[in-house]
């Protein structure tokens, strides 16, 4: 069946640093990717997203790129804050038949130092 | 505006009691989503509304889980003889819509002692 599969965490890093999350996924077809996050006490919020290959999505200086031929779809940003200290989950979707439900990857949790 | 609300926000339950988790979601969305989500794992589909009619249930782990939306608002997502392997965290979403932007609640963290 459909699959994800996150790096390992957690992640700590200091202020300013950058950041990658490695995501790969096992898929037949063509499936949306999505980047979903969620903060200490808060529910799950969609980060960003892709549908097709070589689409990049970003948010909040977040980016990734759907990366079809390596199945990969890795979060970076160039300049952590302590503020995007969250767990972070890959998700994909294939949309069949109208229901979008979403296949996540395990998460990995960041910390930012100041 | 209101998010997707759920309650209780904890619950906890001895072995054998029946449950029962209620999600509200935003007003006018079509999509409801069910979700599980163990210890420092991500979240499972349970069960899938598009207003009262549950379309996909192919996630309900056993027939002790049960979903409804009788309405096409409120959903309940109830657990009959909970055992310890149930203890999770359960997550509703909701959207406009299939395939638009999914809203989570925070979702009710379930002990079963």
């Known amino acids: 069946g459909d699959s994800v599969t996150q790096m390992e965490g957690p992640v700590t890093l200091s202020e300013e640093a950058f950041l990658t999350i490695n995501c790969t996924y096992t898929?037949?077809?063509?499936?949306?990717l999505f980047w979903y996050v969620q903060y200490p006490g808060e529910g799950l919020q969609l980060l960003l997203k892709?549908?097709?290959?070589?689409d990049k999505g970003s948010n909040k200086g977040f980016e990734a790129t759907y990366r079809k031929e390596t199945t990969s779809f890795h979060l970076e940003k160039g300049s952590v804050q302590v503020s995007d200290s969250a767990v972070y989950f890959c998700?994909?979707?294939?949309?069949?038949?109208?229901?979008?439900?979403?296949?996540f990857g395990k998460g990995t949790k960041l910390t930012v130092n100041p | 505006g209101a998010g997707v609300s759920q309650s209780p926000r904890y619950k906890v339950a001895k072995r054998g009691q029946d449950v029962a988790l209620r999600c509200d979601p935003i007003s006018g969305h079509v999509s409801l989503f069910w979700y599980q989500q163990a210890l420092g794992q991500g979240p499972e589909f349970l069960t899938y509304?598009?207003?009262?009619?549950?379309?996909?249930k192919s996630g309900l782990p056993s027939d002790r889980f049960f979903a409804e939306r009788p309405e096409g608002s409120v959903s309940t997502l109830k657990i009959q003889r909970t055992q310890q392997e149930d203890s999770a965290v359960y997550l509703c979403?909701?959207?406009?819509?299939?395939?638009?932007?999914?809203?989570f609640g925070s979702g009710t963290q379930l002990s079963v002692l």
């Open positions: 898929a037949t077809g063509y499936p949306s």
């Open positions: 998700a994909l979707t294939k949309g069949q038949g109208g229901s979008e439900k979403l296949v």
């Open positions: 509304f598009q207003n009262e009619a549950q379309l996909d």
């Open positions: 979403a909701s959207s406009k819509r299939s395939s638009e932007k999914l809203f």
């Open positions: 892709a549908t097709k290959a070589d």
